[in-house]
């Protein structure tokens, strides 16, 4: 096996594809993610093993760890190869638009893969998409002109991380508690309308009960933009020195 240093083995990324072999199917770390992240989708990561992917795949488990040595270096190409979907959206003219884009980007994949919204804000993602992501952000971030060092760099780049991971967790939740209990938000209003009626009429919560009577139903997508819209707006004012 390839190594880095002394016994350690090369990140999966940087180790070479295994020869071809002489197989009726012919496998590559590629066709493992592709495979993997299918059935991510369908089954969430608890449903993910090296043995299903290998019967998706048609061959047998052992040769799986040709190209991954387990679950964790597997989950780092799956994880991969969704940043490198976002990377295109990074492409704007002016740090604003990139930074929006990103976003947007990312909550977008994270709808269309749900288990990626699981590893956000985990341990670090350190793939070569997964940097070109990290530097196209910060990089955008660094050209606004309310960032003057590194410490107001990584100020920024944290409170926007905290923003789109904790918006874009929160969203895949919503959506998986209604699926999962059946309930939508009218049934669930209908179920647990009367009281909470009863506990805003006793005028205890004035300000939640115009937030539930006044407020009107917000779009989820036009609600994260304008949320992100906000974050950015206060990168970029005036901040007390």
Known sequence: MDTAYGSEPLPVWERPEPQPR???????????AATAIGLADAHGLDGLSLRKIAKDLGVGPMRLYDY???????LDL???????????????????DRVLAIAHATREAALDHEWFSDVLGGRPHLGPHALAVGEATA???????AVRNIDDLQRV???????????????????????????????FQARL??????????????????LVIDGAHLDARETFHH?????????TGRRPT
């Open 227 to 235: 949320n992100l819209t906000t974050i950015l707006d206060g990168i």
């Open 68 to 74: 991954v040595i387990n679950k964790s270096e597997l």
């Open 157 to 187: 780049v944290g409170a926007l991380n905290a923003f789109v991971i904790g918006a874009v967790r929160r969203e895949v939740t919503e959506r998986r508690t209604a699926r999962s209990t059946g309930t939508d938000e009218a049934a």
């Open 193 to 210: 309308g009367p009281y909470l009626r009863r506990m805003l009429n006793t005028g205890r919560y004035p300000t939640v009960a115009r």
């Open 78 to 96: 799956m994880v991969d190869v969704v940043y490198a979907r976002i990377a295109e959206a990074g492409q704007g003219s002016g740090w604003r």
């Open 139 to 145: 990089s955008a971030l660094d050209a606004s002109p």
């Open 22 to 32: 002489a197989v009726p199917v012919q496998l590559s770390r590629d066709k493992i």
